[in-house]
C-alpha cells in the first residue's frame, strides 16, 4: 500500500502571475493498493471521479505506464478530497503530481525534474501550482526554453492564509478566457515593481508592504467580474487587518495573508460574499513546508 499526501495551493499571489505559488496546509489524499480489479473509491462520494476515464489521478498514472510501454495494473485507489475543486487552490495539480509520484515509485522508476515537467505540463500548463504542491513552500517559477527553473523561498511561518472558498466553481480554462492577449507597457511595469516588492518585503519582513506588493494589472482587474462582490470581499479582509489580499489561483477563491486576526478576517470577507447571496467557506491555512509526500506502509 502506499499513501499519497499532496498541499492545496494558492498561485499568483496578486501580481505573480503565472509565476508565485504557495502551498497551504489543506491536503488531498491518495492510496494506492495492488487488487484483482481496477476499483476507485472517492471520499467524500464522488462519482465523476470514481469513473477512471474522468479522474485525473488515474489518467496521469496511465500515461506514465504507456510512456513504458506497460499497461497499468489492477489496484485500488482510495482518494480523500479535501480541496475544494475548481476553486483555484491546486486540487488538479495535487491530482497530477500525485499520479507522477505514484506511477514512478509503482516502475521502480527515478523520478527527475525534467520528467515531472514533461509529464505534468500535459495535463496542466502552469508551474506555479504543480511546483508547490511537489516541493512545498514559497516558490517562483520561470517556464525557460530549455525547461522550468525555480527557486523555493523559505516562507514566513507567522503568516497565514485565510481563504474564502465561494461555492462557485470556475475552470483555470474559463478563467484564462477573460484575459486579453496583449497588454499595456506600464501594465507589465506595475506587476514587475509589485512582484519585485513582494519578495523584497518578505525578506525584510516589511509585511506592511503586501498590501501594495499583492496589487495587479494583469489578470485580476479581468478575473474579479467572475467573482461576486470581490471588491467588498477585499475591502473586508483589508479592514479586518489583513496584511494582503488577492484571487487565489485563477478563482474563485480568495485569499487573505495575516499574522493575526484569522477568524473576524474570515468571518467578515464571508460576510461580504453572502450579501451577493453567495455561500462559501473559510479555511485558515498555515504554509505547507513539505509538499507531497509518498509513504508506504513500511514507512
Ligand atoms: N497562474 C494560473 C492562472 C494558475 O492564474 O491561470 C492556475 O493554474
Redesign the pocket.
Known sequence: MIKIKVPATT??LGAG??TFGLALSLYNEFFIEESHRFTIETNPKDRFLENPENNLFIKVLKHIYSRENKKLPPLHIRQITNIPVAR?L?SS?TAITAGILAGFYLLDKPLTEEEFFDIAYRF?P?P??LLPSWKGNFITAVKHEKGTVYQQIDFPTDIKAVVLTPEIKLS?QE??QVLPKQIPLEDAVFNIQRASLFISALMNKNYKLLKIAMEDKL?QPYRKKLIPCFDNIVQNGYEEGALGVSIS??GTSIVALATENFENIGKQMLKALNKCKIKGNIYTLNIDKKGAILQTANT
Open positions: 498561485a499568483n502571475f503565472d483555484g491546486g495539480a496542466e502552469h506555479d501550482n483555470t478563467a484564462r489578470h489561483g485563477a
